[in-house]
T-cell receptor, first 112, second 111 residues
Framework: ETGVTQSPTHLIKTRGQQVTLRCSSQ?????VSWYQQALGQGPQFIFQ???????GRGNFPPRFSGLQFPNYSSELNVNALELDDSALYLC???????????FGSGTRLTVV | QQPVQSPQAVILREGEDAVINCSSS?????VHWYRQKHGEAPVFLMI?????EQKGHDKISASFNEKKQQSSLYLTASQLSYSGTYFC????????????FGGGTRLMVKP
């Protein structure tokens, strides 16, 4: 059983640029969520996809967008990067929220 | 509004017990508990659903009091492997998704 894999593991971008982060869900999981985790803090919910449709969104601006593909892999896109976007971005997949989520190890994004 | 966890940090000797609390000002439908070691992904420990249940596996258990909007995680006879940051996550619905996580409790177990 494969877990959740994320790529890249680290990324450095310049303010104003755009970035795409990728996530491969655990086999059989049809729900994927994205979280932003600042240093020393708990993960913050960005949005969730279920069978290719966004079905929940946290308090993040529209420049944070995503996609889920038919194989349930997912992308997180962030436009017009700001310094405060520097964080660890975690992807989590699940068959059902009531069974808990499997998290990936994250992508560390640094905006300079 | 995120759940509030207490304490923020705790240091234990191997074999000692600890309790981590999680409280919310909003109604809780379900509570998730995760442990994250430094530089690693959060790992799912357990979920508690509405109904005031208590769950556990091995020497880690948890309770959920929906009336008080609180959950507690109990670590018994702690082991070195228990070290890490523990997060509780609350869900706004019965589906147990779209989690709002607390700020975390850093636990260190020393030999």
């Amino acid at each position: 059983e494969t877990g959740v894999t994320q790529s890249p593991t680290h990324l450095i971008k310049t303010r104003g640029q755009q970035v795409t982060l990728r996530c491969s869900s655990q086999s059989g999981h049809n729900t994927v969520s994205w979280y932003q985790q600042a240093l020393g803090q708990g993960p913050q919910f960005i949005f969730q996809y279920y069978r290719e449709e966004e079905n929940g969104r946290g308090n993040f601006p529209p420049r944070f967008s995503g996609l889920q593909f038919p194989n349930y892999s997912s992308e997180l896109n962030v436009n017009a990067l700001e310094l405060d976007d520097s964080a660890l971005y975690l992807c989590a997949s699940s068959l059902s929220g009531r069974r808990g989520y499997t998290f990936g190890s994250g992508t560390r994004l640094t905006v300079v | 509004q995120q759940p509030v966890q207490s304490p923020q940090a705790v240091i234990l000797r191997e074999g000692e017990d600890a309790v981590i609390n999680c409280s919310s000002s909003k109604a809780l439908y379900s509570v998730h508990w995760y442990r994250q070691k430094h530089g690693e992904a959060p790992v799912f420990l357990m979920i508690l659903l509405k109904g005031g249940e208590q769950k556990g596996h091995d020497k880690i258990s948890a309770s959920f009091n929906e009336k008080k909007q609180q959950s507690s995680l109990y670590l018994t006879a702690s082991q070195l492997s228990y070290s890490g940051t523990y997060f509780c996550g609350s869900s706004p619905n019965n589906a147990g998704n779209m989690l709002t996580f607390g700020g975390g409790t850093r636990l260190m177990v020393k030999p």
